[in-house]
């Protein structure tokens, strides 16, 4: 008995240790099924999926909708065409708006930074509409321009209806969870965007009205950077809720959940989930050493490896191997920036992506101009030797 227990113990030892070898390196599974009739979780700076349900289901999306709006006044502002002083009057159209709202009259006067503000802390709607007809001159050319640019994006299951999300007159506002990562994706790239979505509480008009971000996660998660949340009869609730922690930033889309908590609540678990098995990976740009390079002004060349990065499960990088591709010699002439060389990244021997070797400098080729001065030097030292 006793040999048949010790067995029995060695048995169950190997296979604890054979479930934890394969815990290590199975890609991890999200633990409950979502509240939600549709999300996603994707890194902001790869566009990796990191976990999916009904992704690519057209829905309505509320207020969410106002991710593409502050894209598009974002991008007005990049181009010049628009500045954050600049003084908007409120139109007939902008305030009739009802929902969420600033209570614009028309003929009221109000700066972009402000109405940028109440589009994104408190999702106003009159907000939304007094910028779209500023930059576009009116709110359907506005919109005419969000399904241009959710074309360029490949948002392939987006179709938009006006700049705010109400759904009462119309079937075909629609978009998708995946769509909506992208478009929030995009936002995050203009900076400004955190100097409003990370605000808890504000106010506009002189500190005359006050704003409350209608995004809880941006008091109450650890690392909550945003983005944009919405409700109505028929979208129920959603959220684009965007965090970073240790280099990592994550967007998690929630369309269609019960309730204001259970669509928080599953926001805060997708993220949760990202910052608990995944880890950002950078790898900066770095000076290598000279190459030779013949026939040029120059016998050598600086290089530089771009910067290169990744979303990887937590412990994958001590398994994350480099490959240089870089040519012993070079021919001139060379370009200042140009591509002469390659370093692959590899995980467990497959490429997870590559970074671009440049050169630093500009190396001309050798001409007789050049090369009489050459020789002749060489001439008067061997002379004097």
């Not at 700049?163 to 998708?176: A, E, I, R, W």
């Not at 609540?265 to 949760?272: E, F, I, R, T």
């Not at 001139?332 to 997870?352: F, N, Q, R, S």
């Amino acid at each position: 008995m006793k040999k048949v227990a010790f067995l029995l113990a060695i048995l169950l030892m190997m296979s604890i240790l054979s479930c934890a070898i394969f815990a290590v390196h199975a890609a991890p599974a999200y633990p409950t099924e979502p509240d939600a009739i549709s999300c996603i979780l994707m890194d902001a700076d790869t566009g990796r999926v990191l976990y999916e349900k009904n992704a690519d289901a057209a829905l309505p999306p509320a207020s969410v909708t106002k991710v593409m709006t502050m894209l598009l006044v974002f991008e007005a502002l990049d181009s010049g065409t628009l500045k954050l002083t600049d003084m908007i009057t409120a139109s007939a159209n902008a305030a009739s708006m009802g929902g969420s709202q600033i209570y614009l009259k028309e003929g009221e006067t109000m700066c972009v930074e402000d109405l940028l503000k109440s589009l994104i802390v408190s999702s106003a709607n009159d907000a939304a509409v007094a910028l779209a007809e500023a930059i576009a001159g009116s709110e359907m050319a506005f919109v005419s321009r969000m399904n241009e640019r959710a074309a360029e994006l490949g948002m392939v299951n987006t179709h938009f209806e006006n700049t705010n999300g109400l759904d009462d007159d119309t079937d075909t506002h629609l978009t998708s969870a995946r769509d909506i990562a992208i478009m929030s994706r995009e936002v995050l790239k203009h900076e400004l965007v955190f100097k409003y979505s990370t605000l808890w509480m504000d106010t506009i008009r002189g500190g005359e009205f006050g704003l409350t971000n209608t995004n809880r996660l941006v008091r109450f998660y650890q690392g909550a950077t945003g983005l944009k949340t919405g409700s109505t009869s028929k979208a129920k609730f959603c959220i684009s809720a965007t965090a970073e922690r240790g280099g990592l930033s994550l967007i998690a889309v929630v369309m269609g959940s019960p309730t204001r908590d259970a669509r928080n609540a599953l926001a805060a678990s997708l993220l949760d989930f990202g910052f608990a098995n995944y880890a950002h990976y950078e790898d900066a740009e770095t000076a290598l050493d000279a190459v030779r390079v013949q026939g040029g002004v120059k016998n050598a060349v600086g290089i530089v490896k771009e910067g290169f990065s990744a979303t990887l499960e937590k412990g994958q990088e001590a398994r994350l191997e480099k490959r240089m591709d870089i040519p012993d010699v070079l021919t001139a002439p060379i370009a200042e920036g140009e591509k002469i060389g390659t370093v692959t990244y590899l995980l467990d021997g497959e490429e997870i992506g590559t970074s671009d070797v440049l050169a630093t400098e500009a190396v001309a080729k050798i001409d007789f101009r050049t090369l009489f001065p050459r020789l002749f030097a060489w001439f008067l030292l061997s002379e004097e030797k």
